[in-house]
Antibody, heavy 117, light 107 residues
Framework: QLQLQESGPGLVKPSETLSLTCTVSGGSISSSSYYWGWIRQPPGKGLEWIGSIYYSGSTYYNPSLKSRVTISVDTSKNQFSLKLSSVTAADTAVYYC?????????WGQGTLVTVSS | EIVMTQSPATLSVSPGERATLSCRASQSVSSNLAWYQQKPGQAPRLLIYGASTRATGIPARFSGSGSGTEFTLTISSLQSEDFAVYYCQQYNNWAGTFGQGTKVEIK
C-alpha cells in the first residue's frame, strides 16, 4: 500500500519558482508499476493535471503549463519533485502528488501553496 | 487534449433517492474512465475505474456505465456520506484530464 506525502513552502512570491517534493513509502519509486504525477486544485475549483513521470524518466506535462513545469525523480530518496517557474496568483492551489497506473489509486493529502508577495 | 464535460454542475437530491451524473469526452476514451469522490478538505477517492468497475471497498450502491464518449455514474440510494463533489477522469493517454465536477447536495 503506497503512501505519499507532499512537502515544500506554503508561500511563494510572484515570479519565483514553486518547488514541492513528494515522498513515497510502501513501494519503490523505481518500480515499473507506477507513474508519478502532480495534480492541483485552486481554492473552490476543480482538478487540473500538471504532469507525470515514469520510472524510465519519460515525462508528460500539461500543454498549458509545459513551458514552466519540470518533474524529476530522486531514486536515492524515493522522492519525486515538481518545479513550477514564474508563478502568479493563478497558481495558488492545493497541490497533490499521486501514484497510479491508469486510474489514480494513490493520492497524497495535498498541500496548499499560496502565491503572494 | 481530451476535454471532459460533466453535467449537471450541481445535483440536488434527497437522501434515499437515486442520483445520476453524466460525463462526456471530446473524443473516444474507450473504457479508460474513472470516477472520484471528493469531500471538503480531503483528497479525491477513487470510486470507479474501467468505466464500470468499483474500486476496493466501494459500496455496491455506486455503479458506472458507458464507453467511448458517454459515461454515467449512478448512486442508487443516496446516503448522508455521499453528499460530495464527483469528478470523472479519462486516462486513455497518460495525461489524464478531469471533468469540472458535479456537486451532489442535499435537497
Amino acid at each position: 500500500q503506497l503512501q505519499l506525502q507532499e512537502s515544500g513552502p506554503g508561500l511563494v512570491k510572484p515570479s519565483e519558482t514553486l518547488s514541492l517534493t513528494c515522498t513515497v513509502s510502501g513501494g519503490s519509486i523505481s518500480s515499473s508499476s507506477y507513474y508519478w504525477g502532480w495534480i492541483r486544485q485552486p481554492p473552490g475549483k476543480g482538478l487540473e493535471w500538471i504532469g507525470s513521470i515514469y520510472y524510465s524518466g519519460s515525462t508528460y506535462y500539461n500543454p498549458s503549463l509545459k513551458s514552466r513545469v519540470t518533474i524529476s525523480v530522486d531514486t536515492s530518496k524515493n522522492q519525486f519533485s515538481l518545479k513550477l517557474s514564474s508563478v502568479t496568483a493563478a497558481d495558488t492551489a492545493v497541490y497533490y502528488c499521486s501514484g497510479y497506473y491508469g486510474p489514480i489509486d494513490y493520492w497524497g493529502q495535498g498541500t496548499l501553496v499560496t502565491v503572494s508577495s | 487534449e481530451i476535454v471532459m464535460t460533466q453535467s449537471p454542475a450541481t445535483l440536488s437530491v434527497s437522501p434515499g433517492e437515486r442520483a445520476t451524473l453524466s460525463c462526456r469526452a471530446s473524443q473516444s476514451v474507450s473504457s479508460n474512465l474513472a470516477w472520484y469522490q471528493q469531500k471538503p478538505g480531503q483528497a479525491p477517492r477513487l470510486l470507479i475505474y474501467g468505466a464500470s468497475t468499483r474500486a476496493t471497498g466501494i459500496p455496491a450502491r455506486f455503479s458506472g456505465s458507458g464507453s467511448g464518449t458517454e459515461f454515467t455514474l449512478t448512486i442508487s440510494s443516496l446516503q448522508s456520506e455521499d453528499f460530495a463533489v464527483y469528478y470523472c477522469q479519462q486516462y486513455n493517454n497518460w495525461a489524464g484530464t478531469f471533468g469540472q465536477g458535479t456537486k451532489v447536495e442535499i435537497k
